[in-house]
Antibody, heavy 118, light 110 residues
């Protein structure tokens, strides 16, 4: 059974780059026809899709974040990553990684809180 | 940046039924599949419905989904205290080439 676990710094300074990794266990990130997504949620607010990557490396990003986001995959480490540049307080949120199939997300990580503050 | 509109809250007594609407447009709900998620406080969202009306394994048939035109609906029958949570719809938006979520609905069991 596939499980996802986010990892990365919980505190990032304004204007710096937020970097998170999602470690995939219980299955190969390369097997099956899955997209691997990042989704975030500011405290007390709704969900926001950040973007996704296919194991071939093709990506889709939220237009509102596209200029600052890069999602990559490392099949040798069975993980995928998120980089968000020039962060501000508005980027403070719980960040989730999730596996997409059939236009929905069945498998989710537990989420990791990233706070942007000096 | 929520493109899909949901009522902020719905409530009903235990055992009753609630419905949650998700209103979108011709570039999202009308054109593609809708999924629904339940989020209990402090936890990751949980998939309840995919492909408009399909339930993943383990989701009770008290939860149902439907779609008509540019709107979708989640129904919960036999309401239980454990159903108190936030619920979100989601769909791909072909104009944005991105997934969009609903604004979220808080379900309260009276």
């Amino acid at each position: 059974q596939v499980q996802l676990q986010e990892s990365g710094p919980g505190l990032v300074k304004p204007s710096q780059t937020l970097s998170l990794t999602c470690i995939v266990s219980g299955g190969s990130i390369s097997s099956g026809s899955f997209y691997w997504s990042w989704i975030r949620q500011p405290a007390g607010k709704g969900l926001e899709w950040i973007g996704r990557i296919y194991t071939s490396g093709s990506t889709n990003y939220n237009p509102s974040l596209k200029s600052r986001v890069t999602i990559s995959v490392d099949t040798s480490k069975n993980q995928f990553s998120l980089k968000l540049t020039y962060v501000t307080a508005a980027d403070t949120a719980v960040y989730y990684c999730a596996r997409e199939i059939s236009s929905s997300w069945l498998v989710w990580g537990q989420g990791t809180l990233v706070t942007v503050s000096s | 940046q929520s493109v899909l509109t949901q009522p902020p809250s719905v409530s009903a007594a235990p055992g009753q039924k609630v419905t949650i609407s998700c209103s979108g447009s011709s570039s999202n709900i009308e054109k593609t599949y809708v999924s629904w998620y339940q989020q209990l406080p402090g936890t990751a969202p949980k998939l309840l419905i995919y492909d408009n009306n399909q339930r993943p394994s383990g989701i009770p048939d008290r939860f149902s989904g439907s779609k008509s035109g540019t709107s979708a609906t989640l129904g919960i029958t036999g309401l239980q205290t454990g159903d108190e949570a936030d619920y979100y719809c989601a769909a791909w938006d072909s104009s944005l080439s991105a997934y969009v979520f609903g604004t979220g609905t808080k379900v309260t069991v009276l």
